[in-house]
């Protein structure tokens, strides 16, 4: 169950401001030995690390922050907007973390505790506990103040590459967060300009984040802090227990929005990406849930593939515009990113942490998301590549694990595209890991290409529209009732045969025993059609069982349906549903089963030409050799 909202005081952030003022001043920090050399390698800005050990030993490190950054800009006696803003900023989320802490302290008895440990009343048993409510108290502490800088921090450029960890003490609040400033000192030391330094300092304050998450099982009394839920008005500042997707606070979406009815043929990836819209926009704040993840049907991860010039970049400005509409409406953040090829780096590892923010930034659970891999071919590569950088497969991992990891939870506020023109390319455990397949084939049909043309040509001339509906042909619930009538049955030639094969054998299917019998036909022919394939079809069934249309009036304003608490919206949509038939269990298997086909013919056929064109170099070279031969040149 939720605990209620607690909201941090102004007068309690100010108690602590000239501690927090010291801190960003000046201290001395007690750190543990280590190898790494205080001079940095030529060019670098790492150290050589020696092969003594010094761990275990302790020395005293004095750090000056605000000195440092002061020294970004030597020439000018004055700090500049960005350098006030990263020391102003700092202190707060110092001041703000030590207010957390004693909230803590309070809601779980370490202030009694620690007033009985000043007069050294505490029994044996007292005294574990105090001890380990210190630590916890002290881990509450970072935790804060890195997603302070983390939420505030503007996130500008390039990430930075070359940030270490800071090194923390868990002996108090006040000995860890002299680690985290220490590591924003070391961070933003030397940093040729404001822009940098921000970058540094915002990057410090993620592994930080990083750090302490991988540690936070060695704390055994944070249990308490888990039901947690603060905010700082002030600030726009909140913390959700541990479940923390902190960003940079983003300006408005900038993007050529296209309307559904921009879009010619396309019918039911049209169609779908309309209800994606509108399920995101069920999510619930409150409970960080959406009814449509509990009732089935919610689409976390699918992949759009067609010939190029088809229609993929405006179905993704389709939804994002969509999502981008409704969120005025009711008042909602909505984070749009598309990862590109330029995310791709040269450094070891950096691929892989700009995926793993790229995922965090769509995954945070205080706005509603969507996230777009455009030409995924070309950005992540399949694993038995030879010929792949190290940073397509870094980007091949975290997708992974991301979209279907044993740590990936769905809670409904956001949804992952990707999209290619050669899905074939894809790496097999990846692109079975999007949960439903849009086939975006573009026009088709005679009245596909009148439409399109009349759309683009415009009204600047006299000519006759001639014998033809304009746009009937896309009434999207005509059309799309069509397009899921041609897939009763297959539309590839590999799954037409084992389609054929099973009516010949079974007849029309009228039990699920008939329907598994189809599957493992399936399966033969086709031995990429593992269970997680039959996963992703059983929730496109749900989905069809959800194929509901949610109506328009519900987004217009708020109140109707937007602004509900999450029970109401369930039973609201709960309503509409009705259950699933035989006719959209086949639909739905032959519409999965067509695109592996298909994948494959396109796979088989390109080796097929490659082994053509191979052959016929053979040729021309053995009439060259002969040739050469006859000339004594051989």
Not at 216 to 233: C, I, K, N, P, V
Not at 374 to 385: G, L, P, T, V
Not at 515 to 534: C, D, Q
Request: aromatic fraction near 8%.
């Amino acid at each position: 169950m939720d605990a209620a909202l607690t909201t941090l005081k102004e007068s309690d952030i100010e108690e602590h401001l000239p501690v927090a003022q010291s801190l960003v001043t000046n201290f001395v920090q007690l750190v543990t030995g280590n190898t790494q050399s205080k001079t940095e390698l030529a060019g670098t800005r790492r150290r050589f690390v020696s092969t003594v050990s010094t761990a275990g030993t302790k020395a005293t490190n004095k750090v000056e922050f605000l000195k440092t950054v002061e020294t970004i800009n030597a020439g000018d006696a004055m700090l500049s907007l960005a350098q006030h803003g990263l020391v102003y900023k700092t202190r707060r989320a110092l001041a703000v973390a030590l207010a957390v802490s004693d909230l803590f302290a309070e809601q779980t008895g370490l202030d009694a505790l620690t007033k009985k440990n000043v007069s050294g009343d505490l029994s044996a048993v007292e005294t574990d506990r105090f001890r380990a409510l210190v630590e916890s108290s002290s881990y509450i502490a970072a935790f804060s103040a890195s997603a302070y800088l983390l939420q505030m921090l503007a996130e500008e450029g390039e990430p930075a590459s070359d940030v270490e960890e800071p090194d923390f003490l868990f002996d108090t609040p006040q000995d860890v967060l002299k680690g985290l400033v220490a590591g924003l000192d070391t961070a933003i030391e030397d940093a040729p300009d404001d822009k940098v330094m921000t970058s540094r300092a915002r990057e410090a304050a993620r592994l930080a984040m990083d750090e302490l998450l991988q540690r936070r099982s060695r704390f055994t009394a944070l249990g308490s802090f888990e039901q947690t839920h603060l905010r700082l008005e002030s600030d726009g500042f909140e913390l959700n227990g541990f479940d923390v997707a902190p960003g940079a606070k983003r300006s408005k979406l900038v993007m050529q929005f296209k309307k559904p009815n921009e879009i010619i043929g396309n019918h039911i990836a049209k169609y779908q990406a309309i209800k994606l819209s509108k399920m995101l926009m069920a999510y619930d704040f409150e409970r960080q849930t959406n009814p449509f993840v509990e009732l089935g049907g919610f689409l976390f991860t699918f992949i759009g593939d067609g010939s190029p010039g088809t229609g993929k970049t405006i179905l993704i400005q389709m939804i994002a515009g969509m999502i981008n509409d409704y969120c005025e409406v009711a008042g909602y953040g909505f984070t749009y990113q598309n990862f590109g090829v330029d995310e791709i780096s040269s450094y070891q590892g950096k691929s892989g942490q700009n995926c793993k923010q790229f995922v965090s930034n769509v995954l945070n659970t205080k706005t509603i998301g969507f996230g777009t891999v455009d030409d995924i071919d070309q950005i992540a590569a399949k694993r038995s590549d030879d010929r792949a950088s190290a940073g397509q497969q870094e980007v091949t991992a975290v997708l992974m694990e991301s979209f279907a990891g044993a740590n990936t939870v769905v809670r409904g506020n956001c949804s992952f595209g990707m999209f290619s023109n050669y899905p074939e390319n894809v790496d097999d455990a990846l692109r079975q890991r999007a949960g439903a397949r849009w086939l975006v084939d573009g026009p088709q049909t005679r009245d596909d290409y009148i439409d399109i043309f009349a759309l683009l040509a415009g009204k600047n001339h006299d000519i006759p529209l001639g014998d033809h509906e304009l746009f009937d042909a896309q009434v999207i619930q005509k059309a799309v009732g069509e397009a899921y009538q041609e897939l009763s049955k297959p539309q590839e030639d590999g799954l037409k045969t084992v389609y054929d094969r099973f009516m010949n054998d079974v007849g029309d299917p009228k039990s699920l025993a008939d329907v598994g019998t189809y599957l493992h036909m399936i399966k033969t022919a086709e031995p990429r059609f593992t269970g997680r394939a039959i996963k992703n079809i059983t929730d496109a069934i749900k989905m069809r069982a959800m194929d509901i249309e949610l109506p328009d009036e519900w987004f217009e304003a708020p109140e109707v349906f937007l602004h509900h608490d999450y029970d109401i919206k369930r039973d609201m949509i709960a309503e509409l549903r009705s259950p699933f038939t035989m006719n959209m269990v086949m639909q739905e298997i032959n519409r999965y089963a067509d695109s592996e086909f298909r994948y494959t013919d396109k796979s088989d056929n390109a080796a097929v030409e490659d082994i053509i064109r191979r052959e016929r170099q053979r040729e021309k070279a053995i009439g060259e050799m002969e040739s050469m031969k006859k000339d004594g040149r051989w």
